[in-house]
């Protein structure tokens, strides 16, 4: 779930630029695998259009593609295609100009967004500010049930400023606001479809209507979403070379391998581990690996969970082997971390720099210790040793973690019980506290969606967060935090976050355990899709052609 837009997405189971490898090294404190795959931001651009294409979302169904409400795999993968944003994000994390082609801050508590003019929707109407602004106020309401909510925090008016400019105005600077922007919280719809579709907007009966690449032509439920090419789209290089792209919803990992291995399938993101052993070699297709904004980590689920204090957290963080980890369960697409936010998110930006300075101060990765976890148990002597960890059912990938994890529990005296929750339930816990009961911890595969952590922090460190769950109250920490995200300078509002981190890196009770690697599978007849995990925000599909020069 976001807040804002930096997902705790859990899985059912749970760029435009060439193509450039990267290594996984660089200023992590000697933390990556040495078995770690290389990898590649995009892949080699398409040379011919398609007639169809059919592609997977493991994750299964959406539950609705109105931008305002999508805050999960599959919703994301579709809805990226169809809604433009105001700003777009890369495929290495950095921002550029979307449906707002520039903006500026006349002061620290103003933002004046310069639209794009020439835009149309589906229907062939303009976009105007009056769009942009419906599309912004109906996140406010709280009929919408839009899962960014945090982000207009800190919003006092959101104004039509011309035909072709919108004034935001703050109670207080908020920086975060604007890289916001980048995904379905800055995505435009249509106002006269919104006010005509109501509470149906974004699914199969109310359908859309935005400015993207795609429309939306059918949804037929428990079969297939189809998006049509929008010939007449505003950004030429980004005119979609498929005609057609069918969304399939296999969630058994074994049927996608199948249907992948046999063509049935053209490609997908999020290949489970398991299914990457067997596409790897294959003739039939190349398995990509890319840079990812995902991070896996332990959360205790409330502040009576033995985990809740931080040095049992930390003993189990002491004889947790992530080298094993990343190499047997994670095919060695991962890498590790000194915390549970992925640095992906902040080394493309104005701070970069700072983050990374702040980051290679922190203790490295801890190496097994047993003796030092056990002394660290024996200080916190907890009431209970046994530890629930909720995880979904059918996800392997979890639940190998979770016995990896179990076996350095027993080594100092803990018991970790593996919990199984259906899919509904495991989502239901970040919702309703009530679904909490009985559990000490959930194995949480997150991402973060905004090129800024400053958000996704704050959900687990502010008194104020829904998902504080743990009560953690350190007034340092939410001071700097705040007095982050209202520097309207990236880098001293990346200092100011460098010192929160040094801070809850010591008493946050969290497991980080992974940065895992985006895995995408692509039939050979395919070329052009991003690989890297900013897919989730981008319209990747648009960059999707043949390899050959002809149609296919």
């Not at 007449?232 to 792209?245: E, H, I, M, N, Q």
């Not at 104020?464 to 007095?483: F, Q």
Request: charged share 20%; net charge positive; proline share 7%.
């Amino acid at each position: 779930m976001p807040a804002p837009r930096a997902s705790l997405a859990l899985t059912a189971a749970a760029a435009l630029f060439a193509l450039t490898a990267c290594s996984s090294g660089g200023g992590n404190g000697g933390d990556d695998s040495s078995a770690a795959p290389k990898l590649t931001t995009t892949t080699p651009a398409a040379g011919g259009s398609l007639d169809r294409v059919t592609w997977n979302l493991p994750m299964g169904e959406p539950s609705t593609l109105d931008p305002a409400k999508v805050g999960d795999y599959s919703p994301n993968t579709v809805e990226a295609n169809l809604c433009d944003p105001l700003l777009r994000l890369r495929a290495d994390y950095s921002i550029a100009p979307g449906l707002a082609t520039a903006w500026h801050q006349p002061d620290p508590k103003t933002l004046v967004l310069d639209l794009r003019k020439g835009v149309t929707f589906w229907d062939g109407r303009p976009m105007t500010a009056a769009d942009v602004v419906a599309s912004l106020r109906r996140q406010q309401d709280p009929a919408t049930q839009s899962v960014n909510t945090a982000a207009l925090a800190n919003v006092s008016s959101i104004t039509a400023s011309g035909d072709h400019q919108v004034t935001v105005r703050f109670r207080v600077p908020d920086a975060l606001f604007l890289k916001n922007l980048v995904n379905g919280f800055g995505a435009v719809n249509e106002a006269a479809y919104l006010k005509k579709a109501g509470t149906s907007y974004g699914t199969a009966k109310g359908g859309l209507m935005c400015t993207g690449p795609f429309r939306l032509t059918s949804w037929r439920s428990g079969d297939a979403i189809t998006v049509t090419r929008n010939d007449r789209y505003w950004d030429t290089s980004l005119r979609p070379k498929a005609k057609t792209v069918e969304f399939k919803f296999i969630t058994d990992g074994s049927t996608l391998t199948a249907a992948l291995l046999s063509g049935q399938i053209d490609g997908s993101y999020e290949i489970s581990s398991t299914s990457a052993r067997a596409l790897r070699n294959s003739d039939i297709g190349t398995l990509y690996y890319g840079p990812s904004a995902q991070t896996v980590f332990l959360y205790p689920t409330s502040p009576d969970s033995p985990l809740a204090d931080p040095r049992v957290a930390q003993a189990l963080s002491l004889v947790t082997d992530r080298d094993a980890l990343i190499s047997n369960v994670f095919d060695g697409a991962a890498r590790k971390q000194k915390t549970f936010m992925p640095q992906l998110i902040w080394k493309n930006g104005d701070a970069a720099k700072v983050y990374a300075k702040g980051y290679d101060a922190l203790p490295p990765v801890p190496a097994v210790d047993v003796a030092k976890a056990k002394k660290l148990v024996g200080e916190a002597a907890p009431r209970r040793r046994t530890i629930t960890v909720a995880t979904a059912a059918g996800d392997q990938q979890s639940l190998q973690t979770l016995t990896f994890l179990r076996a350095g529990a027993e080594k100092i005296g803990l018991k970790i019980d593996i919990k199984q929750l259906q899919p509904t339930q495991l989502s239901g816990l970040f919702y309703d506290p009530t679904l909490r009961k009985g559990l000490d911890a959930t194995m949480v595969l997150g991402y973060v969606e905004v090129p800024d952590p400053i958000g996704y922090v704050d959900m687990f460190t502010s008194p104020k967060s829904p998902l504080n769950w743990t009560h953690y109250d350190n007034g340092k920490v939410v001071s700097l935090l705040e007095r982050a995200r209202a520097s309207t300078d990236p880098a001293a509002s990346a200092e100011l976050f460098n010192q929160a981190q040094s801070l809850y890196s010591k008493d946050l009770p969290i497991v980080p355990i992974v940065n895992p690697y985006e895995r995408m599978f692509l039939n050979k007849r395919l070329s052009g899709a991003p690989a890297s995990f900013a897919y989730i925000n981008m319209p990747w599909a648009a960059l999707l052609g043949a390899t050959g020069k002809g149609d296919s």
